[in-house]
Nanobody, 128 residues
């Protein structure tokens, strides 16, 4: 069974940056075969799409409100997906989840139901 493991979360001051990473614990899983995405969920709120990247890393999509500050990247050699988050704001704290979805279409999707595998999440906290 595929397990995705996120890392890199923590406490950062407003205006600071964090780089989140996602790796699979299964040796048979390869990010080059899946669309990969990041979602986030704050307490009391629904899970929110952040960014996604397609299987070959050539196409990425973002939540409109976040695309100026967040960058998703895929390291197929290292079999990892990263989310660089800059200029963090007080509204950014959440648990950030990595997800993997079947590459049925050429472009990734914003809908959480399109993703088969999910990590346990990593907490991001922003201090003002």
């Amino acid at each position: 069974q595929v397990q995705l493991v996120e890392s890199g979360g923590g406490l950062v001051q407003a205006g600071g940056s964090l780089r989140l990473s996602c790796a699979a614990s299964s040796g048979t899983f390869s990010v080059s075969n899946y669309h990969m995405a990041w979602f986030r969920q704050a307490p009391g709120k629904e899970r929110e799409f952040v960014a996604a990247i397609n299987c070959n890393g050539g196409t990425s999509i973002y939540a409109e409100s976040l695309k100026a500050r967040f960058t998703i990247s895929k390291n197929n050699d290292g079999d990892m997906v990263d989310l660089q988050s800059n200029r963090l704001k007080p509204e950014d704290p959440a648990v950030y989840y990595c997800a993997a979805g079947a590459a049925i279409t050429s472009a990734p999707d914003k809908r959480p139901e399109s993703y088969l595998y999910w990590g346990q999440g990593t907490q991001v906290t922003v201090s003002s």
